[in-house]
């Protein structure tokens, strides 16, 4: 196997994009490009520029443009209230609350990661559950609208890709097997809308600070991605380089987990990933992507983002109910819920614990650090 190039120049130069309409009314040459998405690299653009008041693509840019606006004020707060509203408070799940920076790995080998998060799980927001403690901050309390209206119209758009795979997979329509059918709106699952702030970073002082987002593949089955700067970064399944996808104006980035590739029986791929300080990305490679005339913040002022070096990012986290069964790669049975809190146990241990497993990346022995190759 190639070994992963730490510094990469290369680029997607066309990551397939589909229209929410072609989601919506599939044709089978939009069923056949979705399959190939899917198990190829595991990652697409999803097209939502659309003021259709059926598919609810423009309503849905219009909520994630005003959540990136208020951003901000959310971690403006002291990071003394917002520790209280800690993720350990939520329990062994994880799937609530504030995570600061470091909690987890990050891409420098020994390092922790450099992003903080705050987690709003559906379970809470769609009022399905009333385990709802600490409560929220009122920064966040003052907004439960905003946040209702986008995890609702998140969840149906993921629905719709799943509806969309679903026929993929011949799985008859009556079938409960059908994947928008593990995925019920009124079901509880660990599904979380999370609102993420990665740091300011230097390169000279890379190699001592909290840094990115450790290379990971997804715990549910799949994330739609807003953000303002480059910085996502995939692992090619061809030559093994890190590959950069850059925002698109009005598109989210839609990506498989591991749930949705284990669901599949492996057709879909669960794609390897990390996020990168968009200074580390090679003058090459940031050059290609700022000529591209669409390559524009997904929302938002991308030149203040860039100045700051401070990257917003928003992300719907679509899972299976909490009582959905799936068979890993080497054949272990998981409920979807046990699969999520081993997974998270992992994402917090350090670098020897996680190269010992393949539960983070996929494979053992390869983290994807930034200072590494292939045994890294």
Not at 266 to 274: A, D, E, K, M
Request: hydrophobic share 35%; aromatic share 8%; proline share 5%.
């Amino acid at each position: 196997m190639a070994s992963p190039d730490r510094n990469p120049t290369s680029y997607v130069p066309a990551l397939p994009t589909f229209a929410y309409s072609e989601i919506l009314q599939p044709t089978s040459s939009t069923l056949q490009a979705l399959s190939e998405a899917c198990s190829t690299y595991g990652f697409f653009y999803l097209d939502l520029r659309e003021a259709d008041a059926v598919s609810n693509g423009d309503i849905a840019l219009s909520l994630i443009q005003e959540i990136f606006e208020y951003a901000p004020n959310i971690f403006d707060i002291p990071i003394e209230e917002k520790m209280q509203y800690e993720v350990d408070h939520y329990g062994d799940v994880k799937i609530g609350g504030y995570k600061p920076a470091g909690k987890h790995s990050g891409i420098v080998d020994g390092k922790r990661d450099g992003f903080e998060n705050f987690l709003l799980p559906r379970n809470n927001v769609a009022q399905l559950s009333s385990d709802r403690k600490p409560p929220w901050p009122a920064v966040i309390a003052s907004k439960t609208t905003l946040i209702q209206r986008s995890s609702h119209i998140l969840h149906s758009i993921g629905l719709q890709i799943l509806e969309a795979l679903s026929t993929v997979l011949d799985i008859p329509q009556n079938s409960t097997q059908r994947l928008e059918k593990l995925h019920r709106a009124d079901q509880l699952s660990t599904t979380t809308l999370a609102v993420l702030k990665y740091l300011p970073s230097d390169t000279s002082t890379l190699q001592d600070m909290d840094t990115g987002h450790m290379a990971h593949t997804d715990v549910g089955t799949l994330t739609l991605l807003f953000t303002t700067s480059p910085g996502l970064q995939i692992l090619s399944p061809q030559d093994q380089t890190w590959i950069s996808v850059p925002p698109l104006s009005g598109h989210a980035i839609v990506n498989v987990g591991d749930s949705l590739s284990f669901i599949s029986g492996s057709r879909f791929t669960s794609s390897l990933h990390r996020v990168v300080p968009s200074h580390l990305l090679s003058t090459e490679q940031s050059g290609k992507m700022l000529s591209r005339d669409d390559h524009k913040a997904c929302m938002g002022n991308e030149e203040e983002n860039h100045s700051s070096g401070t990257r917003y990012s928003i992300a719907y986290f679509l899972r299976p109910e909490l009582d959905v069964h799936f068979l890993d790669a080497e054949g272990r049975d998981w409920r979807s819920e046990d699969w999520h809190k081993v997974k998270y146990a992992v994402f917090r241990a350090d670098s020897k614990e996680q190269r010992e497993s393949s539960l983070l990346t996929g494979r053992k022995g390869f983290l994807g650090d930034w200072n590494k190759g292939i045994g890294g």
